[in-house]
């Protein structure tokens, strides 16, 4: 994760040296689109053949993508432009396909070592060590590429990629029975690529999603017309917040409930999104940045529980997959949106912020009216 965070802050920066500050939205767009078309088949591989190969793939794809970007460097001409920039955006999508692969195959060996009554609160502090990586990851990141070039970025950004593929080689595989991918795996047309159980899990994660797809695309803009020389910082605050959240939400779903967490992750969504959209201070921008911090500390592990706790046995991954697939259709839409508006005419952020706010209330105000129901129903 702190390979992949790394350089998010600064690839709006990277493509307008390249002319094309334009195409903001593809940056977010293309990577959460490789991570779509892998999930097709990715959940139904790691069920098949074994966790391991999945997180092993995804993993590789991280270290072979930052070196690309090194090399993209050196064949483009930034001053005439386009080959490079389609060969940015071709390499965008190829990097998507880690994090289609990779969080499929975390999730589900851990769901396999784990009692059934401690999901949340171990898929709590998976989250705590991939919000670790994402916390220290952008500040290092934005650091090296001010101080060093974008080069020293995309470099380190492997060699962490690296570190995670030696510790993944050692870890055990979990599935039972596990074999080879065959080529019958790679076929998105034989057998299922979705698990229909999962969908109300998957269905809460999209008002989170496409939030986090315009917070990635629009506030490093946001944040530097505030004064943040080092972009990558304004994200540290985000995930440190929402470390800290995770560490008790987690379990906290185990012992209340997913639904009562989720609603009030969805309140502390309206909040944060609400805040920055009204920020005109680096305080300001810190205080709903935190609060927003804090909605993804519930949201994301109460919402992967759940999918667990609906997947069918022997279909966990497929399961996770599903709620990964509405994760990365969210997110590029989110993306592609905000991009597109926010290059057009700066005067959209904060009405882009609000919208997320919006959809963080309504979804916190269908969970609690699905809870009274519920409640009405059993008295």
């Known amino acids: 994760m702190a390979s992949f965070g790394m350089i998010m802050p600064e690839l709006p920066g990277y493509l307008d040296l390249m002319g094309a500050g334009h195409l903001l ?23 098949r053949a074994g966790r391991k190969v999945v997180m092993v793939f995804g993993t590789s794809v991280t270290v072979i993508a930052g070196f690309l970007y090194v090399l ?4 483009s001409d930034y ?8 060969l940015f955006l071709a390499l965008r999508f190829f990097h998507g396909l880690s994090t289609g692969f990779r969080p499929i195959g975390s999730s589900a060996l851990l769901t396999d070592i784990v009692p059934y009554n401690r999901r949340g609160e171990a898929l709590g502090f998976l989250g705590v060590a991939g919000n670790a990586g994402m916390a220290g990851g952008p500040a290092v990141g934005s650091y090296l590429a001010v101080e060093y070039g974008y080069d020293s970025m995309f470099i380190t950004s492997s060699i962490l990629g690296i570190f995670s593929l030696l510790f993944t080689l050692k870890l055990p595989e979990t599935l039972p029975n596990s074999r080879k991918v065959l080529w019958s795996d790679l ?25 986090f797809g315009v917070f ?18 304004f994200n540290t605050i985000i995930v440190v ?21 989720l609603a009030i992750g969805g309140l502390l969504l309206f909040f944060g999104m609400g805040i920055l959209s009204l920020a005109t201070t680096q305080l300001e921008a810190a205080v709903g940045g935190v609060v927003y911090g804090l909605s993804i500390g519930i949201n994301m592990p109460t919402i992967f529980a759940w999918t667990t706790d609906l997947s069918p046995k022997g279909k966990i991954a497929l399961g996770i997959g599903t709620t990964l697939v509405e994760l990365e259709i969210g997110i590029g839409l989110g993306a592609f949106v905000s991009g597109h508006l926010f290059s057009s005419d700066p005067v ?12 963080g209330g309504c979804m916190s105000l269908v969970l609690f009216y699905s809870i009274y129901l519920r409640s ?4």
């Open 25 to 47: 939205g593809y940056i977010i767009g293309l990577f959460t689109l490789g991570a779509l078309v892998s999930r097709l088949f990715a959940g139904k591989i790691a069920d």
């Open 72 to 75: 993209l460097g050196s064949v």
């Open 79 to 86: 001053s005439t432009g386009m080959l490079g920039v389609w």
């Open 187 to 211: 076929n998105v047309f034989k057998g299922k690529n979705f698990d229909i159980a999962a969908w109300p899990a998957a269905l809460s994660l999209l008002p989170v999603a496409l939030s």
């Open 216 to 233: 990635l695309t629009i506030t490093p803009d946001f944040v530097e017309g505030l004064g943040y020389r080092y972009k990558g910082v």
């Open 241 to 261: 917040a929402s470390i800290s959240m995770r560490l008790f939400a987690g379990k906290a779903s185990d012992k209340y409930g997913r639904k009562p967490l």
């Open 348 to 359: 959209w952020l904060p009405y882009l912020y609000r919208y997320c706010a919006y959809s």
């Open 376 to 379: 009405t129903h059993m008295n």
